[in-house]
Every structure is written in C-alpha cells, then in structure tokens.
C-alpha cells in the first residue's frame, strides 16, 4: 500500500470504517511515516475547525424566529398561486374590454380568457415542475443533477426571450391589421414593453445569476 | 436548546403518511422535520455558504421545497436523505446567488460556551479556504464533519459509490491544505 491509501484508511479509521486487521496495518504505518501523521493530523484539525463552526451557528440560531418563517412562507406559497390567478383573472378581461374597439370587444374577451387559462396552466405546470425536479434528486448523483437543471434553466432563459419577441411580434401583427387602428398604436406599445421587460429581465438578471450559480460550484469532476 | 433525537425509519414512515394527507398536516409535517433535523442542516449549509444569513436562508428554502414537493415523494431514499439532498442544493443555489464581490464572513455567534479566540479564528481561515474548493470538495467536507452522519449516509446523499465518496474526501482534505498554505 502507498501513502495515498494508507491516507484514505486515516478518513476510515476517523470515521468508523476501518477493520481491526487494517487500523493494526495503518498504525503500524504511521509510527514510521511524518507524512501520513501529517495528514491524519490535518484532518483532525480540519473537521474540529469545521464542527466548532456548526455549533457556533446552531448555537446563536433563533429557532423560533426560524420556524415560524418557516411556517410562514410554506402558507403564503400556497396562497401565493391563488392570488397570483386571481389577480390575472379580475385584471386582465376589463383592462381588454377597455381597449378593444367596439365590435371586437366579443373575440378581445374570448382571447383574454383563454390567455388567463393558459397562464393558469403555465403557474401550476411550473409549481409542478418544481416538485418535480424536488423529487427527481432521488437516486441521481446530486451535482451532476444539479449543475444539469442549472444548465437546463440557462438554456430556457436563453430560449425565452426569443419566445416572447415571437409572441409580442405575433400580437403587433394581429392588432395592426387593417380595421383594428385604435388598437394598433396600444398594442405596438405593449408588445414593445414587454420584449424590453423580458429581454432586461433575461441578459441583466436571470442569464447571470445562473451563470454566477454554474461558475460557483467550480470545477466539474468525473 | 436541546436538540431533538433523529427521527428512525419508522417515525420516518409515519411522518409521511401524515403529509399525503395535504394541507394543514402536511405544514405539520415539515415542522416536525425541521425540528428534527435543523441542527446538522445549518452547520452544514453555513460550511457550503460561508455566510451565516445565508445558511438561515439556505435552511428555510430547503423545507420550503421539501413542503412542495412531498407530495410527490414516493419513498425512493430515506426521508432524510432527501431532506439532506434538498439542504445542500439550497445551500450551493444560495451562495451561487450571492455577488461575486460579496466577501465570505462566516459571521460566527459566541456559542454559550465561548471557544478560545484561536479556535474561532481557525474556523474563519478554514471556512474561507472551503469556499474556494469545488463544490464537490465543499460539499464532501462538509457532509463528514456534521454530526451523526455515517459514510454510507454520504454516499447515499450525494448519489456515488461508497468508494468514491472515500477517494472524494482524501481529494478534498489534500486541496483544502493546500490552500490553507499547509501543504
């Protein structure tokens, strides 16, 4: 045996790990070896630098204080999906309703509700993807699954943007058309705002956060 | 405080059984597992941040996720072992967050019995040398100096063979020298 698994028999033996016939081998080795005390001496410095730490922390925790933000963002998540919904729902058919010109007030509505649905759709598909992705961390090599959704998201993030100039270029064009002028000027100025909103929202926030979270986990090992 | 025991496999087992219920008992449920395992989740979350605010922030975001997704939960691991994967995901999101300038200051209380100074100061200059390992090695560290956990636990949390949590460990006690200057 060399000294780098004489080292690792070190972290065994630290830990429970070892059996009788290999801690008599790995004593016998470090009565002879500076290098292997070294490091066995190392590690045991480490770990108490590292468990005073942890006491220090869970000793000046509130536990209470903790607890109950706790408690209280498990309630406002649940209702932070309702009202969410509900605010989409009450908003959005009059704010149409003002906006469309007469005649067209009908199809504005159907398509503002149907909008509504979709948006009721996308909230409770991504709460869901959440738990998923939550439950998905069973049985898979934890940093790869985690660098992975990280690298899934940038790449979302990435995508929509060019999602929303589709959308908002979509919409110009169907509120341009001939016959909807009153609404054309509205809807230019709202598909712009909201590809600026998204675009700002994406290149100066999301995209360097999960870059920032990528490059923070460091290297990648096999 | 004294701390709660670890919940057994059993106590595991009726603890979700309870949260399929939904609603109130599941917000129950999560409590009872934040009880039980706050402790060794905030030492841990604060060895993978660095940062003591963090590590609190860390540690509620990872019951908030357990919340969401136990429902789902299908007893695939150890609840616990879950809980422990979801705290280290909170933990590495929650420093990935932080600015890059933003520095690493463990900020840490005096404990009610107050170690000596060195103590304290060696446990700042190894929680800053931690910060600049990969995470692998931060997460590694970490998971076998917090209380009660044994290898094959760690093996489990982190979803590798028992083997390579060992050669992870050597890797990580041999750069973690390296940059505390010792090596």
Do not use: K, N
């Given at each position: 045996?060399?000294?780098?698994a004489?080292?690792?028999?070190?972290?065994?033996?630290?830990?429970?790990?070892?059996?009788?016939?290999?801690?008599r081998?790995?004593e016998?080795?470090?009565?002879?070896?500076?290098?292997?005390r070294?490091?066995?001496?190392?590690?045991?410095?480490?770990?108490?630098?590292?468990?005073?730490?942890?006491?220090?922390?869970?000793g000046?925790?509130?536990?209470?204080?903790?607890?109950?933000?706790?408690?209280?963002?498990?309630r406002?998540?649940?209702?932070?999906?309702?009202?969410?919904?509900?605010?989409?729902?009450?908003?959005v058919?009059p704010?149409?309703?003002?906006?469309?010109?007469?005649?067209?007030?009908?199809?504005?509505?159907?398509?503002?509700?149907?909008a509504?649905?979709?948006?009721?759709?996308?909230?409770?598909?991504?709460?869901?993807?959440?738990?998923?992705?939550?439950?998905?961390?069973?049985?898979?090599?934890?940093?790869?699954?985690?660098?992975?959704?990280?690298?899934?998201?940038?790449?979302?993030?990435?995508?929509?943007?060019?999602?929303?100039?589709?959308?908002?270029?979509?919409?110009?064009a169907?509120?341009?058309?001939p016959?909807?002028?009153?609404?054309?000027?509205?809807?230019?100025?709202?598909?712009?705002?909201?590809?600026?909103?998204t675009?700002?929202?994406?290149?100066?926030?999301?995209?360097?956060?999960?870059?920032?979270?990528?490059?923070s986990?460091?290297e990648?090992?096999? | 405080?004294?701390?709660?025991?670890p919940?057994?496999a059993?106590?595991?087992?009726?603890?979700?059984l309870?949260?399929?219920?939904?609603?109130?008992?599941r917000?129950?449920v999560?409590?009872?597992?934040?009880?039980?395992?706050?402790?060794?989740?905030l030492?841990?979350?604060?060895?993978?941040?660095?940062?003591?605010?963090?590590?609190?922030?860390?540690?509620?975001?990872?019951?908030?996720?357990?919340?969401?997704?136990?429902?789902?939960?299908?007893?695939?691991?150890?609840?616990?072992?879950?809980?422990w994967?979801?705290a280290?995901?909170a933990?590495?999101?929650?420093?990935?967050?932080?600015r890059p300038?933003?520095?690493?200051?463990?900020?840490?209380?005096?404990?009610?019995?107050?170690?000596?100074?060195?103590?304290?100061?060696?446990?700042?200059?190894?929680?800053?040398?931690?910060?600049?390992?990969?995470?692998?090695?931060?997460v590694?560290?970490?998971?076998?100096?917090?209380?009660?956990?044994?290898?094959?636990?760690?093996?489990?949390?982190?979803?590798v063979?028992e083997?390579?949590?060992?050669?992870?460990?050597?890797?990580?006690?041999?750069?973690?020298?390296?940059?505390?200057g010792?090596?």
């Open positions: 045996m060399d000294c780098v004489f080292e690792i028999a070190v972290e065994q033996r630290r830990h429970g790990a070892l059996g009788p016939e290999e801690t081998a790995l016998a080795h470090l009565a002879g070896c500076e290098r292997c070294a490091y066995a001496g190392e590690a045991a410095r480490a770990d108490a630098a590292l468990a005073a730490s942890a006491e220090a922390a869970v000046g925790a509130d536990w209470a204080r903790l607890e109950a933000s706790v408690r209280r963002q498990v406002s998540g649940a209702r932070r999906v309702v009202f969410d919904l509900a605010t989409v729902a009450v908003a058919p704010a149409v309703l003002g906006l469309a010109p007469e005649g067209r007030r009908a199809g504005a509505l159907g398509a503002a509700l149907l509504c649905a979709a948006a009721a759709l996308v909230r409770g598909g991504y709460h869901g993807f959440l738990a998923r992705r939550a439950r998905g961390l069973a049985g898979q090599e934890l940093l790869a699954f985690h660098r992975a959704a990280l690298r899934a998201d940038l790449r979302r993030a990435l995508a929509g943007r060019w999602l929303a100039l589709a959308g908002a270029l979509g919409f110009a169907w509120a341009m058309a016959g909807v002028a009153p609404l054309g000027r509205v809807a230019l100025a709202e598909a712009s705002l909201l590809v600026a909103g675009w700002i929202y994406v290149l100066a926030v999301r995209v360097p956060r999960l870059r920032r979270q990528l490059a986990l460091g990648e090992r096999g | 405080m004294a701390r709660p025991p919940l057994d059993a106590a595991e087992e009726a603890l979700l309870r949260a399929r219920q939904g609603g109130r008992a917000e129950e999560v409590v009872e597992l934040f009880r039980g395992h706050r402790a060794p989740l030492g841990v979350c604060l060895h993978l941040t660095g940062d003591r605010a963090d590590a609190e922030d860390a540690l509620q975001e990872a019951f908030l996720s357990a919340h969401r997704a136990l429902p789902a939960f299908r007893g695939e691991a150890r609840l616990s072992t879950w809980l994967r979801i280290v995901r933990a590495l999101e929650v420093r990935g967050r932080r300038a933003a520095p690493v200051d463990p900020e840490l209380p005096a404990p009610p019995a107050e170690p000596p100074l060195l103590a304290r100061d060696e446990a700042r200059r190894v929680l800053a040398a931690m910060d600049r390992l990969p995470a692998e090695h931060r590694v560290l970490s998971l076998f100096a917090a209380e009660g956990l044994r290898h094959r636990e760690i093996a489990e949390i982190l979803g063979a083997g390579t949590v060992w050669s992870r460990l050597h890797e990580a006690r041999r750069r973690l020298a390296a940059a505390l010792r090596r």
